[in-house]
């Protein structure tokens, strides 16, 4: 008994968290695509996306009002393309140090910290 009131109020501490997300940002390589990148004979780069991946990007938008932005260290123009095909407009290339361009995302966008999830998949996604 005593387990499930500790699960009951991390559970309901949880859920005012997540009221409170208003955008999810998120990286790009290991995130929205497989981790691999494949090369062409002539040396070119590509990546494959999730379809899943912007499934639930869609889904977000139009279920729960969320928006996704993307902040990614790469250049590629692919991540430009999947971006535009998921109709994510504020996306963010050859970013380094995600958090250097978030008080720019959090003014645009009229927000704070606490109404931000972010994905990452490595640890220089924390720096």
Same mark, same amino acid.
């Given at each position: ?7 009951? +109020?991390?559970?309901? #501490? @949880?859920?005012?968290? @997540?009221?409170? $997300?208003? /955008?999810? @940002? *998120?990286?790009?390589? &290991?995130?929205? *695509? ?7 004979? +002539? &040396? ?9 991946? &912007?499934?639930?990007?869609?889904? /977000?938008?139009? #279920? ?31 970013? $380094? #140090?995600?958090?250097?361009? /978030? ?9 704070? @910290?606490?109404? $931000? ?11």
């Amino acid at each position: 008994m005593v387990i499930d009131m500790e699960l009951k +109020k991390k559970n309901m #501490h @949880l859920k005012d968290k @997540l009221e409170k $997300i208003k /955008l999810v @940002l *998120t990286d790009n390589d &290991g995130v929205l *695509t497989d981790t691999g990148v494949y090369y062409s004979e +002539k &040396g070119e780069e590509f990546k494959r996306f999730s379809i899943r991946d &912007g499934m639930g990007v869609e889904r /977000l938008r139009k #279920h729960a009002g969320i928006e996704t932005v993307i902040i990614t260290g790469e250049k590629s123009g692919s991540v430009k393309a999947r971006a535009e095909k998921l109709n994510i407009k504020e996306y963010y290339l050859g970013v $380094i #140090h995600k958090t250097e361009i /978030l008080p720019e995302v959090l003014k645009k966008n009229n927000i704070t @910290l606490e109404n $931000i999830a972010f994905i990452g998949d490595d640890i220089n996604d924390l720096e």
